[in-house]
């Protein structure tokens, strides 16, 4: 028990209490109640920042990863087992997951139901479509501000990047985010979701240099994962006008 009260003291970074407890030279019953007050606190610190972190992350929905619905028609890539990714294996070896398919397949309610394990687990995430944080940067780049921009995306463990291929992204737009996800190559791990394979990624950046590049860094160290199947989106509103 005196063990675990001391790397439980360590790691609340309290070693003055650890110090004043074996001073005070307690009972068991002293050591015991003071070892699950500190517990207590510990399991409040860990969900106000978790919650924290899930406030910031700036996602769309909420669904967690235990209600997520695993389905035969997605391909999970032999790289990796899915109980190691509900285990956020990627994030702690700072790979990267690729999400390729049909829109409302389930692309965008996994990698949200992963980021949001992820901040749960102390990890600091954060989502863009990236339509959006393509602006973000522009509108830094403008103000003279990106090296702020940039530094406060760049200390995230994780970034989601959701909607790639949508929209075409232009020249400087499209520069500005090759930097940015450059930064982020062995470094940080990423989620992309999108609706393209890689060979009409050039659709996208409109620049084959550029795109090559990109893509070479992604996928270095990446899991990619296929979604086929009826959009989920479709199924649901064909039920509800069956009603």
């Not at 749960?120 to 780049?141: C, E, H, P, T, W």
């Not at 050039?202 to 070479?216: C, E, M, S, W």
Request: charged share 25%; aromatic share 10%; with cysteine.
């Amino acid at each position: 028990m005196e063990n675990e009260l001391k790397q439980l003291c360590k790691r609340m970074r309290l070693a003055h209490v650890y110090d004043y407890v074996i001073q005070e030279n307690g009972s068991e019953g002293f050591y015991n109640e003071l070892l699950q007050c500190l517990k207590y606190e510990q399991r409040e610190r860990e969900i106000a920042k978790a919650n924290r972190l899930l406030k910031k992350a700036g996602f769309r929905t909420h669904k967690r990863l235990v209600e997520y619905e695993w389905h035969s028609q997605m391909g999970i890539p032999t790289s990796i087992t899915r109980e190691e990714l509900e285990a956020l294996e990627f994030v702690h070896h700072r790979e990267n997951l690729i999400f390729v398919g049909t829109p409302g397949t389930g692309k965008t309610t996994l990698a949200t139901a992963l980021g949001i394990e992820a901040c749960m687990n102390g990890k600091d995430v954060q989502f863009y479509r990236v339509m959006d944080l393509v602006d973000k940067l522009q509108k830094a780049s403008q103000k003279g501000t990106l090296a702020r921009a940039r530094k406060s995306i760049l200390t995230c463990d994780l970034l989601i990047l959701d909607e790639l291929g949508y929209l075409p992204i232009d020249k400087e737009g499209a520069e500005l985010l090759f930097h940015l996800l450059s930064d982020f190559y062995e470094e940080r791990s990423l989620i992309v979701t999108t609706n393209l394979e890689f060979s009409s990624w050039n659709k996208i950046f409109q620049d084959p240099r550029l795109t090559g590049a990109l893509v070479d860094r992604l996928i270095h160290h990446a899991h990619i994962f296929s979604f086929a199947g009826t959009s989920y989106r479709y199924t649901n509103a064909l039920s509800q006008l069956k009603k």
